[in-house]
């Protein structure tokens, strides 16, 4: 790749390394660059592109790490030349489509446009501490680091993640018990290659979060979905609709999409249901950092006694979406299970992202940063909330919520959320359908909107007027 292709469009939210990964991880996949082809030394392509040696090392540590490009010495680097065997090399990976379900965009790519749910404020991102990270790592970087890295993840941030579960969620859990993957999507295929299999029944909330129903359906799973009221799942209802399922996938502390938590009464139901039929629980703990009012609750995990609950969790909303990891807490009698299954996983990739997400945990960082979040959302959230009241007004009908990043309007029985999010997508405003949530079985009319990337009242007013002029008659 031409070093102009590689340095135009930087995206100044993502670090340069990983923007670097995966532009050439994109060119190897389509086939821009072929198998055996060499790249750039580090120091030539630093040169080019005007940016430090380590940025360009990382980037192409991690492209080795994961089979992308060797290093054949004198001869350079190179596009992995076992690359060529490979029946798809060089082509898109192919599109699947469950059966009566239409394609849609799993991830919002290029800017972050007004109103896109589900991305963090980077603008408040402290790129010095995690700049300054990234030096201390590429410069103690060890010959232990240097080799096959543990499948199960790096071990330090293993141990960070245990403790941090302990004091902030109520988890009691060993780093043995930790697992890291890479993104969400790739615990639950972890799940599904070690405790479920193909054609097992499972309940999923409805609405619920759309790539994580798709990924399990396009790994062979048979979902239920299961309705979603002000407690949160219907636990009675997936008990009528799919007695015999062997799993629940719930997002109990701030469900996904409508931001209402799991009752306690619905939880210790849920719990029983799992111990009485020998089933299990996906905990995805999502937005639970996030909670304006009072401390975080504590979650489902904390309360499974008979170790029936399966504990996923991401850095994406908390650090930034590009880091790609996550991470799986199993009970202690299926540890041992997941260690032999992960011998046989591609693993979370580069040991060197992982190395700097310990170091930050460590240094405490982290925690002042969740700290500053939660300070900070509420009051940009409050900027979204106010525009809408004094601007659109009685055509929106806000969602209560105590946390999360986007808030979630309804609309009146006679607008379409479909109709609505298209044009407003083609108005360059990253708003999203509730019925994208739903699974089909129920009647969902409202519009999904971020607010982290509003830094002022006037440009949450500014995005809400040009909302208003497509909800207008």
């Known amino acids: 790749m031409k070093a102009q292709m590689l340095k135009s469009s930087w995206q100044p939210d993502t670090p340069l390394y990983l923007q670097l990964y995966q532009r050439y991880r994109d060119a190897i996949t389509t086939g821009r660059l072929s198998p055996g082809e060499r790249v750039p030394s580090i120091r030539n392509l630093a040169s080019e592109l005007h940016v430090a040696r380590g940025t360009v090392e990382m980037a192409y540590q991690m492209l080795v790490s994961e089979g992308y490009l060797v290093t054949k010495g004198a001869a350079g680097t190179r596009v992995s030349p076992q690359l060529a065997r490979l029946p798809n090399a060089g082509n898109p990976p192919p599109q699947h489509r469950t059966s009566g379900e239409q394609p849609y965009q799993v991830r919002q790519t290029g800017n972050i446009l007004p109103f896109q749910p589900g991305v963090p404020a980077l603008d408040a991102f402290p790129r010095k501490i995690w700049s300054r990270l990234s030096g201390q790592t590429l410069r103690m ?13 790096y071990a330090p941030l293993r141990e960070a993640i245990a403790t ?27 799940l599904c290659r070690t405790v479920l299999r193909t054609g097992d029944s499972g309940w999923y909330e409805n609405p619920g979060y759309f790539p994580g129903r798709y990924a399990l359906q396009q790994m062979g799973m048979t979902l239920t979905p ?16 799919a007695p015999n399922a062997r799993f629940a996938v719930v997002t109990p502390s701030h469900q996904s999409p409508t931001g209402v938590a799991l009752s306690l009464p619905r939880r210790l139901a849920l719990l029983a249901w799992a111990n009485q039929k020998d089933a299990w629980i996906i905990e995805d703990d999502y937005d639970s950092e996030f909670r304006y009012h009072g401390h975080p609750l504590p979650a ?24 790609r990891l996550a991470y799986l807490v199993v009970p202690p009698a299926l540890q041992q299970t997941f ?24 240094q405490g960082h982290f925690v002042r ?11 940009r959230r409050g900027y979204l909330v106010e ?56 009647q969902q009319n409202g519009l999904l909107m971020g607010f982290t990337s509003f830094t002022s009242a006037e440009e949450a007013q500014a995005a809400v007027k040009r909302l208003a002029a497509l909800l207008a008659p």
């Open 141 to 153: 970087i060890e010959a232990t680091m240097m080799n096959y890295p543990d499948p199960a993840g």
């Open 164 to 190: 941090y579960l302990g004091i902030s969620r109520g988890i009691a859990c060993a780093p043995e018990q930790v697992f890291i993957t890479t993104g969400y999507q790739g615990a639950l295929e972890l």
């Open 226 to 241: 299961v309705p979603v009221d002000e407690e949160g799942l219907q636990v009675a209802a997936g008990q009528q609709m």
């Open 300 to 323: 489902l995990k904390s309360l499974d006694h008979e170790q029936r609950v399966l504990y996923t969790g991401t850095f994406s909303k908390v650090l930034f979406p590009g880091l």
């Open 339 to 362: 260690h032999e299954a992960v011998n046989h996983w591609p693993g979370p990739g580069s040991i060197l992202p992982q190395a700097m997400v310990a170091a930050f945990m460590q």
């Open 369 to 379: 940063h969740l700290r500053k979040m939660r300070q900070l959302y509420a009051v």
């Open 387 to 442: 525009a809408l009241e004094s601007i659109i007004g009685s055509s929106l009908r806000i969602q209560p919520q105590a946390g999360g990043i986007q808030i979630l309007a309804w609309l009146n029985e006679h607008q379409c959320d479909k109709t609505l999010a298209t044009a407003a997508q083609a108005a360059g405003l990253g708003v999203r359908a509730l019925s994208d949530w739903d699974a089909g079985t129920r």
